[in-house]
């Protein structure tokens, strides 16, 4: 399957001059650990099980292989006293049991009339999260100078790995990202002004920030998310600069620690579930 992969070069200087910020020696592919948890809850043991069985976390752990860390790095599936919550700290990242299980509470109980099957409405903001979470990580052990708010910059991140991929798989995951979104914005306007005050931005703001991200990158592809009026059109105008600012800063400082020949390898075999 061919991907869309950038071969895009930095400058060798500036790439050794970024390589040479780690201060944990030298950096390799194949750096991440999993690990699952027994969950506390027994409730959680279907989720736990069912996670182990489709082999989610060595599914990650091979889609982000290509990355040269510094250090191992290790996603840890738990459960989170009640939590529906993802984390990194300290070189470990924590996906909580209790969010697969509310993103499967949330899933449509059948495809949606504009196509969204209940599987990509976990699959895709599953894997956004994990990608979150391991941009947080890539910002630490690269030691990633941010303007602006991390966490808005670990979503640009998140989505454009995602959009590097395969474009019907892309398309998939970015919208079932969005529905979830969706979703946490009707909750979010029951609870007034709190989640102005989160380090986050809204989730409606989550929301048409990743739809922007998907419409600058293939403005073709995801064409209806303007003529359907989707994405108003004074934001849709921006997005193709958007997308190109981020492109940029994961060129400039993610790209030189990706193994390219082995991310269009493992990234071209991805393949997501259709059912
Ligand atoms: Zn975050």
């Given at each position: 399957m061919l991907i869309v992969y950038s071969k895009a070069m930095v400058?060798?200087?500036?790439?050794?001059?970024?390589?040479?910020?780690?201060?944990?020696?030298?950096?390799?592919?194949?750096?991440?650990?999993?690990?699952?948890e027994a969950p506390k809850e027994r409730d959680l043991e279907i989720v736990y099980k069912d996670m182990k069985e489709r082999r989610v976390l060595e599914r990650l752990q091979e889609f982000l292989s290509p990355f040269k860390l510094p250090r191992p790095l290790k996603f840890t599936f738990q459960s989170c006293d009640g939590e529906d919550d993802a984390f990194y700290f300290d070189y470990d990242v924590t996906l909580c049991y209790e969010l697969v299980d509310e993103l499967q509470w949330a899933k449509p109980r059948k495809t949606t009339e504009d196509g969204l099957t209940p599987h990509d409405a976990v699959a895709g903001p599953f894997f956004s999260i994990a990608l979150h979470e391991f941009a947080h990580a890539v910002f630490d052990l690269y030691n990633v100078p941010i303007f602006g708010r991390e966490e808005d910059a670990a979503d640009q991140l998140a989505a454009?790995?995602?959009?590097?991929?395969?474009?019907?798989?892309?398309?998939?995951?970015?919208?079932g990202t969005a529905y979830e979104f969706l979703t946490e914005s009707k909750e979010e306007k029951s609870e007034s002004t709190i989640a102005y005050a989160s380090e986050h931005g809204t989730a409606e703001q989550r929301y048409y920030n990743v739809l922007c991200l998907a419409f600058g990158a293939d403005p073709k592809r995801f064409s209806s998310l303007k003529s359907k009026n989707i994405l108003p059109e004074e934001r849709a105008d921006a997005c193709q600069d958007e997308f190109e600012q981020i492109e940029d800063a994961y060129k400039a400082v993610i790209l030189p620690h990706v193994d390219q020949a082995l991310a269009e390898k493992v990234w071209g075999k991805l393949e997501v579930r259709t059912n």
């Amino acid at each position: 399957m061919l991907i869309v992969y950038s071969k895009a070069m930095v400058p060798a200087a500036l790439a050794l001059a970024i390589l040479n910020t780690s201060a944990f020696g030298e950096a390799a592919t194949n750096q991440i650990q999993v690990v699952y948890e027994a969950p506390k809850e027994r409730d959680l043991e279907i989720v736990y099980k069912d996670m182990k069985e489709r082999r989610v976390l060595e599914r990650l752990q091979e889609f982000l292989s290509p990355f040269k860390l510094p250090r191992p790095l290790k996603f840890t599936f738990q459960s989170c006293d009640g939590e529906d919550d993802a984390f990194y700290f300290d070189y470990d990242v924590t996906l909580c049991y209790e969010l697969v299980d509310e993103l499967q509470w949330a899933k449509p109980r059948k495809t949606t009339e504009d196509g969204l099957t209940p599987h990509d409405a976990v699959a895709g903001p599953f894997f956004s999260i994990a990608l979150h979470e391991f941009a947080h990580a890539v910002f630490d052990l690269y030691n990633v100078p941010i303007f602006g708010r991390e966490e808005d910059a670990a979503d640009q991140l998140a989505a454009y790995i995602i959009l590097l991929l395969d474009k019907t798989i892309a398309s998939r995951l970015i919208r079932g990202t969005a529905y979830e979104f969706l979703t946490e914005s009707k909750e979010e306007k029951s609870e007034s002004t709190i989640a102005y005050a989160s380090e986050h931005g809204t989730a409606e703001q989550r929301y048409y920030n990743v739809l922007c991200l998907a419409f600058g990158a293939d403005p073709k592809r995801f064409s209806s998310l303007k003529s359907k009026n989707i994405l108003p059109e004074e934001r849709a105008d921006a997005c193709q600069d958007e997308f190109e600012q981020i492109e940029d800063a994961y060129k400039a400082v993610i790209l030189p620690h990706v193994d390219q020949a082995l991310a269009e390898k493992v990234w071209g075999k991805l393949e997501v579930r259709t059912n």
